[in-house]
């Protein structure tokens, strides 16, 4: 049973669619936005204590800290691709002219940053919410101001009150004050993280259409587990934990785009999963990392991504990089229980073969699963 191989493991040291460009660019472009909420935060000395260290996770056995990564959570990330891509398998050899492709992303991959197509720049409005929800003094009228100076930042809000997890009564919540009163400031500021990258296209038909959406998914579920990893561990800001939770969706998404662009100069040679997975295993945690130095985020916020890309072990990482990291793993475990290839109880046993404790476990799967709900 795949869920089995997963996670019972023990631990060991082609043709054209520019609609399919549009909806990625869209999805970037989105992302972007929820960073650029976060970099005031991130940078600022108040809400983020850099100098705090947790204690690290307990050994996973013997004495031992845990690699980076094992058996299981290889397989783990390979179901995932398979998901992504609507595929079986990816292990065919990647020679000829895909080969010239994967040299060709590399290559484009260290540049892809500067390309304002794929990190748009941050908007102005998402700063200036932050500012007045770590302001005190800021009345309540003031953020609904706010909220509709972009209408769709405005609907998510509404959208996100009438859920389940934070509506009370029957009735719809139809006024932004009274979204603004249910939301709070956690829930504003969770909101201005995910709630606004929630895809507003349809995908078309054409070539990995399910990308898109099982990225978006895997991101949302992401970045809520590292911020209740940092919530429940209490020395770093779950929302920043979040915003960064998020980047190695952006880092795939970024990857994706670039593969797909080195495909359309070869409109002969159909696109094979194998070439952008790859690229994505090879260089998604660098990509990540470059983009948290553009966007000027701390030098805890880089650490932390730097620790993902030099592969540390969980137990020596910084605190907020063991939120991203455990944040990613639950995501991914999270994803593939949704899709019915992984129980419960055997993602719950990897997690905790990692060093995570079960109370931790136990917020982190919770707010992995409200994702669907938001």
């Known amino acids: 049973m795949i869920a089995a191989i997963i996670c019972s493991t023990p631990d060991r040291g082609g043709r054209r669619d520019t609609t399919v460009a549009i909806a990625i660019g869209i999805a970037i472009a989105t992302l972007a936005a929820a960073l ?81 197509e ?18 005190s003094e800021v009345s309540r009228q003031k953020l609904v101001q706010l909220l ?8 998510s809000v509404l959208q996100r009150a009438n859920s389940t997890w934070y509506r009370v009564s029957p009735e719809p919540v139809d006024s932004l004050d009274r979204a603004v009163v249910l939301l709070g400031t956690d829930g504003l500021r969770s909101l201005a993280g995910v709630a606004i990258l929630q895809p507003v296209f349809r995908l078309p038909k054409g070539c990995f259409e399910s990308f898109a959406t099982v990225t978006w998914e895997q991101a949302q579920r992401a970045g809520l587990a590292a911020q209740a990893c940092a919530r429940a561990a209490g020395d770093s800001d779950p929302c920043v934990a979040q915003l960064l939770g998020l980047l190695g969706s952006l880092a795939r998404i970024v990857l994706f785009r670039l593969t797909m662009d080195a495909y359309r100069e070869r409109p002969n040679v159909p696109p094979r999963a194998e070439v952008f997975i790859r690229c994505m295993q090879e260089h998604g945690a660098a990509v990540a990392r470059r983009a948290a130095q553009i966007w000027e985020l701390s030098d805890a916020s880089i650490a932390a991504l730097e620790e993902q890309e030099r592969r540390v072990s969980p137990a020596a990482m910084s605190p907020l990089g063991q939120a991203v990291y455990y944040g990613e793993l639950c995501g991914a475990l999270a994803l593939l229980h949704a899709r019915g290839i992984c129980t419960q109880d055997d993602a719950h046993a990897l997690l905790q073969r990692r060093g995570l404790s079960p109370t931790t476990i136990t917020a982190m799967w ?9």
Do not use: M
């Open 36 to 116: 650029a909420l976060g970099w005031r935060a991130v940078r600022n000395p108040t809400t983020f204590r850099t100098a705090a260290r947790a204690q690290p996770p307990a050994p996973a056995s013997g004495g031992e800290s845990p690699q980076y990564s094992n058996e299981s959570i290889e397989r783990t990330q390979i179901e995932c691709c398979k998901l992504a891509f609507s595929v079986a398998s990816f292990d065919d050899p990647i020679d000829g002219e895909h080969a010239a492709v994967l040299k060709r992303v590399s290559a484009a991959a260290r540049r892809s940053i500067e390309r304002h």
């Open 366 to 374: 919770s707010a992995a699963g409200r994702a669907a709900e938001e």
């Open 118 to 135: 794929h990190f748009p720049r941050r908007p102005l409005l998402l700063p200036r919410l932050l500012r007045a929800l770590n302001d």
């Open 148 to 155: 509709l100076e972009d209408p769709a930042l405005a609907g």
